[in-house]
């Protein structure tokens, strides 16, 4: 009698544990990101107001927007948050997403040491600031990492078309990392580099660097958000994912983002 008791038990304990790991598993979601928005904070902020509405828990996967998109193409994420709306819209166009909203936004930056070698300062846009880094050749520090930042980049550099950054020169670097790695090396070589806003007022080890040139008409930073193809990747957590999805776009949680703030500073707008 006792031995079949234990063996109740035993089956009884190994079911609740199948069943509840199941639950669990199916109440995460992967979300494929950029470092951008986890250098930010974002991530910290945002997701506990999510997981307090919905209990589903999201683990974030903070790359550059190309690679997120290169993980998401192979399965390895139930959602994907970028900025480079190009790349997100072929992404759909080529089967791998089944729709794109745009969640977001702020502005990249121009960011250098304070004496400002090349004088970008005077520059009257980021294609002027450009050409004079060229002229004075300036350390310039490149993500280099098929970033959205790292694409922004080189299409400034396309539009001024005094310079291709696939010419090794003493002064064009890469550092072929995220953007506060990328930032803690301007600092250290008086580089200047492409920053989002969001990164930089987060980030610590300003040092002698400085916000150099704005330009708000020519360096908008979108973010978008991009359900991925069910019928293409069956195992995914799907209605996780659109839960995510429609908890940012909602008021609550249009709202929310647009509360999210840095040393008294918004980080990002909504559309």
């Known amino acids: 009698m006792k031995k079949y008791l234990y063996f109740v038990f035993f089956m009884a304990t190994l ?9 669990d598993e199916q109440d995460n979601i992967i979300l494929q990101a950029t470092t951008s928005t986890d250098n930010s904070g974002f991530f910290s902020y945002i997701l506990p107001l ?46 791998y997403g089944s729709k ?60 001024v078309e005094v310079y291709n950054p696939s010419i090794d020169q003493e002064w064009y670097f890469e550092s072929g990392s995220g953007m506060g790695a990328t930032l803690n090396m301007s600092v250290q070589d008086s580089a200047y580099t492409l920053c989002d806003r969001s990164t930089w007022i987060s980030f610590k080890n300003k040092s002698n660097h400085t916000i150099l040139l704005a330009d708000r008409i020519n360096l908008i930073n979108n973010y978008g958000i991009v359900l991925l193809n069910e019928e293409k990747y069956p195992k995914l957590n799907h ?33």
Request: aromatic share 10%; net charge negative.
């Open 239 to 271: 209605n996780g994912a659109k839960k995510l999805a429609e908890w940012l776009l909602s008021k609550k949680g249009q709202k929310a983002i647009e509360g999210f703030k840095v040393n008294n500073q918004q980080m990002f707008f909504t559309q």
């Open 50 to 95: 999510f997981e307090q509405d919905t209990s589903i828990r999201v683990d974030v996967v903070a790359v550059g927007t190309g690679q997120a998109i290169k993980n998401a193409k192979n399965g390895d994420g139930d959602l994907l948050l970028v900025h480079e709306k190009e790349l997100e819209e072929q992404f759909v166009a080529d089967g």
């Open 100 to 159: 794109r909203f745009d969640l977001m936004f702020n502005d990249f930056i121009l960011i250098g040491p304070v004496d400002d070698p090349a004088n970008v300062g005077d520059a009257d846009n980021i294609y002027k600031a450009f050409e004079k880094i060229y002229e004075k050749r300036a350390r310039f520090l490149s993500r280099g990492d098929n970033s959205g930042t790292h694409i922004k980049e080189l299409k400034i550099w396309n539009e």
């Open 15 to 23: 079911l609740y544990i199948i069943f509840t790991s199941t639950d």
